[in-house]
């Protein structure tokens, strides 16, 4: 089993949730279910078109402002995720966080595609039990398919528009 996580590790995901409240669903994982969820986010949180460029198409534009779109593609295909961006070479903290905390989701039993699904229910019974919606609570995040709204909250500001999503043919 590949120990990849993308953005930081399994040892800094341990620490992180060694200092937070309510992590019952990291805790009683297996670090194999740990490893697959923390990947899961990883490819979950490249999806989205980010603001400013992947640090080697950045480069690669510092080099020569009149690049070509091969050059530039060669570039962005070097580095796995989305981060680093722009200049810097640091992951930002919000970025690896929200990958544990979306890994938490899954480990949770959150799965996205039925949150998005349940986004049309407006109400639903059973018996004699009802249950309503009320949809006018943000759902931004269940709309893009991440689980954790707080992981949602640390990757807005990195979202180059509101619902910017990435393709890329290769």
Not at 30 to 38: I, L, N, V
Not at 140 to 161: E, G, K, M, T, V
């Amino acid at each position: 089993m590949a120990t990849w996580l993308g953005y930081g590790s399994l040892v800094e995901a341990n620490n992180y949730f060694a200092n937070r409240l309510h992590t019952f669903a990291w805790d009683r994982g297996s670090a194999e279910d740990r490893t697959k969820a923390c990947n899961q986010a990883f490819e979950g949180m490249n999806m989205f078109n980010y603001i400013d460029e992947k640090y080697p198409v950045q480069q690669a534009l510092n080099a020569d402002a009149d690049a070509t779109e091969a050059t530039l593609m060669a570039a962005y295909l070097t580095q796995a995720g989305e981060f680093p961006r722009g200049d810097s070479l640091v992951v930002p903290n919000e970025v690896i966080w929200a990958q544990y905390l979306w890994a938490y989701a899954l480990l949770d039993g959150r799965v996205p595609e039925e949150d998005f699904e349940q986004l049309v229910v407006t109400s639903q019974a059973y018996g004699g039990v009802r249950q309503a919606y009320n949809r006018q609570i943000a759902m931004d995040h269940i709309a893009l398919l991440i689980p954790s709204p707080q992981a949602f909250n640390y990757l807005r500001p990195w979202f180059r528009d509101d619902w910017g999503f990435c393709l890329i043919r290769v």
